[in-house]
């Protein structure tokens, strides 16, 4: 697991947090994502669980990241439309 999420934050950190990615890199993180979730088990991982809780900070997002921010998500929220 530990080069799989080497290889994801090399990724984020040459994309700036996946917002330069190009359609390869994507494809290349989301497959990093997907091998780190189905190698994730909570029945054997509890220590991991209990190391995850508190303050986290995103590292890449395959969207534009102004769109993940909570001000945008707060923004969005009053829309009557999708248009708006």
Not at 12 to 29: I, L, M, V, W
Not at 72 to 81: K, Y
Request: some cysteine.
């Amino acid at each position: 697991n530990t080069s799989i999420l080497n290889s994801l934050l090399r990724i984020a950190a040459s994309t700036d947090r996946g917002q330069y990615a190009k359609p390869s890199q994507k494809d290349a993180a989301s497959e990093l994502v997907s091998s780190l979730e189905s190698n994730y088990s909570p029945e054997t991982n509890q220590s991991s669980l209990q190391s995850s809780i508190g303050t986290w900070e995103l590292l890449y997002s395959n969207t534009q990241l102004f769109r993940s921010s909570p001000f945008f998500l707060a923004g969005r929220s009053t829309c009557q439309t999708p248009e708006q």
